[in-house]
């Protein structure tokens, strides 16, 4: 889409994106207390900000926030099925596909109460957003709302956005501002509306070629990904688990049954690497930081199935898992809280693989902490150290997700 502004000379500085752009999530898990309906995580909120104004001469023109939903537009979703949409009125459909009984009206009242269900989800949200762009302009920083409705539309739940459709963005970056989108309820070709998590918007920027995303950042409210549940709530909800020294292909079964997209994956461990941290990772002994993950491209033959009723296949993400480590026998993933419609932890592994699938390297590092304000000054330079050392990154916390096909030394960094 050809931007009319542009093609005029004008003495608006244009700001560089030639070292790449930084695209980061801040997770609702960090953001908001994501039990409690609507509530902010004051704390995490405040650091967030002030990390970004730290960061911000430096990164200016080079980043992109995304946040996810917590404690806002979750529930409403739920309650009213937004991601599922019309989808799950089709599934019963088909099961009762001998009964003469028509069901027009109750269709009618149903899209009308999920019509509702999608503008409470996006008002839950858009809530959210507002709150925190406002903190971002009190600091001083020009942060722009960028609602993803217009530009993404889903299909079966997988998005849909053309290289047109976020120009928009490029245009906010070229002027110095900083985007921010989110998590959102979207229209859906097929079933009428979804939800699009902020994790999958990461993964619509990373591999759309419109922008020059050199890292992708995950801030989240635990350090990384563990080789188990570091939270208490994780392992009361009989978690899947990974059997990673299988020789074969691997299935966990989520342990929730209202996860709405949690369901049946499969993993290939011919092709993801897990390095351990230190000692010092370790928490009571328990739960193991994982620093590096490594994605080959390779034998990645991986399949998921979204939702326990559905039964239908999906084309991405994919997740592939090896194991070369032999004192990792299990991954566990926790199942996602009873209220959230994005799948947790099994979804952010899933786009990350994706991400780095596409050549960008990503890093899982915990909200407002030391680590994260690494991430944000240089993720590239943490990525770059983890490679080489083997995963040594001194006092740094976090997992780093990266291709083995992927030369980071290729990353651009202009400065
Ligand atoms: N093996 C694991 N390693 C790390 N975290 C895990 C693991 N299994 C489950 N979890 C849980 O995943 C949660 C983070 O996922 P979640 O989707 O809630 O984060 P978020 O992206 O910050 O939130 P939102 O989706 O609302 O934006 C953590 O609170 C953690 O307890
Ligand atoms: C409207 C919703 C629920 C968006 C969900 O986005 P996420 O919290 O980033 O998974």
Request: charged share 20%; hydrophobic share 35%.
């Amino acid at each position: 889409m050809p931007d009319p502004s542009e093609s005029r000379a004008h003495t608006t500085v244009q700001y560089s994106v030639s070292r790449g752009v930084t695209v980061v999530k801040i997770g609702g898990a960090a953001l908001t207390n994501k039990s409690t309906f609507e509530t902010i995580n004051t704390v995490v909120f405040t650091e967030v900000v002030s990390q970004i104004v730290q960061v911000w001469g430096q990164q200016r023109g080079k980043l992109i926030v995304v946040h996810g939903a917590g404690s806002f537009g979750h529930f409403q979703a739920k309650k009213y099925g937004v991601q599922t949409g019309t989808s799950r009125w089709d599934e019963k459909k088909q099961r009762n596909e001998n009964s003469i009984q028509s069901n027009t009206d109750t269709t009618t009242s149903d899209l009308a109460e999920l019509s509702m269900g999608f503008c409470l989800t996006r008002q839950s949200v858009t809530r959210l957003c507002t709150l925190f762009v406002d903190a971002l302009i009190v600091a001083g920083i020009p942060a722009v709302s960028v609602p993803v409705l217009p530009m993404v539309f889903t299909c079966d739940r997988e998005p849909v956005s053309s290289r047109d459709s976020m120009q928009c963005v490029n245009m906010l970056l070229a002027r110095g501002m900083l985007p921010i989108m989110h998590g959102d309820a979207v229209l859906d070709t097929a079933q009428f509306c979804s939800i699009l998590s902020g994790d999958t918007i990461l993964r619509e920027l990373s591999v759309n070629k419109s922008y020059n995303v050199s890292s992708v950042v995950f801030m989240t409210n635990v350090l990384g990904i563990y080789d188990r549940p570091p939270h208490r709530l994780d392992k009361t909800n009989t978690p899947p688990v990974i059997q990673v020294s299988d020789m074969h292909s691997m299935s966990i079964h989520e342990g929730s049954s209202s996860d709405t997209t949690s369901g049946e994956t499969i993993f290939d461990r011919n092709s993801m690497t897990f390095t351990h941290g230190d000692q010092s990772d370790h928490i009571g002994g328990s739960p193991r930081l994982l620093r590096h993950v490594t994605v080959s491209k390779l034998g990645s033959k991986v399949t998921i199935w979204n939702g326990h009723h559905l039964q239908r296949k999906c084309s991405t993400p994919r997740i592939a898992l090896t194991d070369t480590d032999q004192n990792l026998t299990n991954i566990v993933l926790g199942a996602s809280r009873d209220t959230d419609v994005t799948g947790g932890m099994n979804t952010k592994i899933a786009e990350a693989r994706a991400i780095a699938d596409a050549g960008v390297p990503v890093i899982i590092v915990e909200a407002g902490t030391q680590h994260s304000l690494q991430a944000l000054r240089d993720g590239v330079a943490i990525v770059r150290r983890i490679e080489e050392t083997g995963g040594d990154v001194g006092e740094w916390r976090g997992t780093v997700v990266s291709s083995t096909d992927m030369n980071v030394d290729c990353i651009t960094d202009g400065n």
